[in-house]
C-alpha cells in the first residue's frame, strides 16, 4: 500500500509540480489483476482500485492496517467505476454493481471478494468504531441535486449515496458529480472544509481529456494536471476546484469530524490569487 503522510500548507507552497503530484496525486490506481492501495493519513482514509480479471480479487488488509480482515476496524464503499458489471461478495452474499452503483461495506464484514472481467471498481475506506448494516444503491436510486448553469459552464448532477439522511456510516460520506456536455466547471466558487479530508476520483474523461484541479490555500493556488481515473487528496486546509477539457464525473468521498453536506468554508472568487 502506497502511504501518504500529511503536508502542513506553508510546506505545500514551496512544493514544485513532481513534489506536488507525488504528494496529492493518485496516478495509478487501476491495474488488471491487481487491487491498488493508497492511504492518506489525514483521516486515514484508504483509496483502492480493482480492476478483476477470470478470478475475483481478495480485499485482504496491508500489514499496514495491522488487522486480521480490511473491515476489521473499517468501513468501506466500493463504487464501479467501469462500463462493465462488477460482483462484490461480503459474509457470503453477491451483490452485482452497474455503472455507479455502490456497495456500503461496515465494520466487521468479512471475506470481501471483487468479480468481474473488465469491471473497475473504486474503494473508499475510513476508520470505524461502530457497525452499520451493508447497503446497495443503484444510481438512479440515489438523492440527486441539479445545479449550476449555463453561462457558468458549470450544469452539474449531484448524487449522495453514503450521507446523513443516505446510507448509515460511521464517518464516510460519498457521492457522484456528473457534469452535462458543455459544463467543465465544478465546485465553483470553491471552498474548504477544516473539518474532514476530500478525496477526489475523476472519470470520465476519455484517454485524452483532462481536469486542470485546483488545489493549495486560497492565496496560494496550485494545480494539478489530472488524467482519466486518477484521484486527489485534498487536505482539510486545501481549496478542491477544477475545469476540464470536456464533461466528466468525479466521486467524491470525505471523512473527518461531522457527516453534514454544507460544513464547508466558502471562498470567495476575489480572494484567489
Same mark, same amino acid.
Given at each position: 500500500?502506497?502511504? !501518504?503522510?500529511?503536508?502542513?500548507?506553508?510546506? +505545500?507552497?514551496?512544493?514544485?509540480?513532481? $513534489? *506536488?503530484?507525488? %504528494?496529492?496525486?493518485? &496516478?495509478?490506481?487501476?491495474?488488471?489483476?491487481?487491487?491498488?492501495?493508497?492511504?492518506?493519513?489525514?483521516?486515514?482514509l484508504v483509496i483502492g482500485g480493482a480492476v478483476p480479471g477470470t478470478d475475483p480479487l481478495p480485499l485482504d488488509p496491508p500489514d499496514q492496517l495491522r488487522a486480521q480482515s480490511f473491515c476489521e476496524r473499517r468501513e468501506v464503499a466500493v463504487v464501479n467505476v467501469g462500463d462493465a458489471p462488477a460482483t462484490v461478495t461480503a459474509d457470503g452474499q453477491e451483490y452485482r454493481l452497474d455503472h455507479f452503483d455502490l456497495l456500503y461495506l461496515g465494520a466487521g464484514t468479512q471475506g470481501v471478494q471483487l468479480a468481474g472481467?473488465?469491471? !473497475?471498481?473504486?474503494?473508499?475506506?475510513?476508520? +470505524?468504531?461502530?457497525?452499520?448494516?451493508? $447497503? *446497495?444503491?443503484? %444510481?438512479?436510486?440515489? &438523492?440527486?441535486?441539479?445545479?449550476?448553469?449555463?453561462?457558468?459552464?458549470?450544469?452539474?448532477?449531484?448524487?449522495?449515496?453514503?450521507?446523513?439522511?443516505?446510507?448509515?456510516s460511521d464517518r464516510l460520506v460519498l457521492g457522484i458529480t456528473t457534469l452535462a456536455p458543455g459544463s467543465v466547471w465544478n465546485t465553483m466558487p470553491p471552498h474548504t472544509h477544516d473539518r474532514r479530508t476530500e478525496v477526489y476520483l475523476y472519470t470520465g474523461l476519455g484517454e485524452a481529456g483532462r481536469v486542470m484541479h485546483f488545489c493549495g490555500q486560497p492565496d496560494q493556488l496550485r494545480t494539478l494536471v489530472v488524467q482519466d481515473q486518477q484521484a486527489v487528496i485534498s487536505p482539510p486546509w486545501s481549496v478542491h476546484s477544477g475545469a476540464g477539457t470536456g464533461a466528466y464525473s468525479f466521486v467524491w468521498a470525505m471523512a473527518g469530524e461531522n457527516q453534514a453536506f454544507d460544513d464547508m468554508d466558502a471562498v470567495d472568487v476575489a480572494q484567489l490569487r
Open positions: 500500500m502506497d502511504v !501518504r503522510h500529511s503536508t502542513h500548507p506553508d510546506d +505545500a507552497r514551496t512544493l514544485d509540480t513532481a $513534489a *506536488l503530484r507525488s %504528494r496529492f496525486l493518485v &496516478e495509478n490506481l487501476f491495474a488488471p489483476g491487481e487491487v491498488r492501495l493508497t492511504m492518506a493519513h489525514d483521516d486515514r472481467e473488465g469491471a !473497475r471498481l473504486y474503494l473508499v475506506s475510513a476508520p +470505524a468504531s461502530s457497525t452499520h448494516p451493508t $447497503a *446497495l444503491v443503484r %444510481r438512479d436510486e440515489a &438523492e440527486a441535486l441539479h445545479m449550476g448553469a449555463d453561462e457558468g459552464a458549470n450544469v452539474r448532477t449531484i448524487r449522495r449515496y453514503v450521507h446523513a439522511d443516505g446510507v448509515a
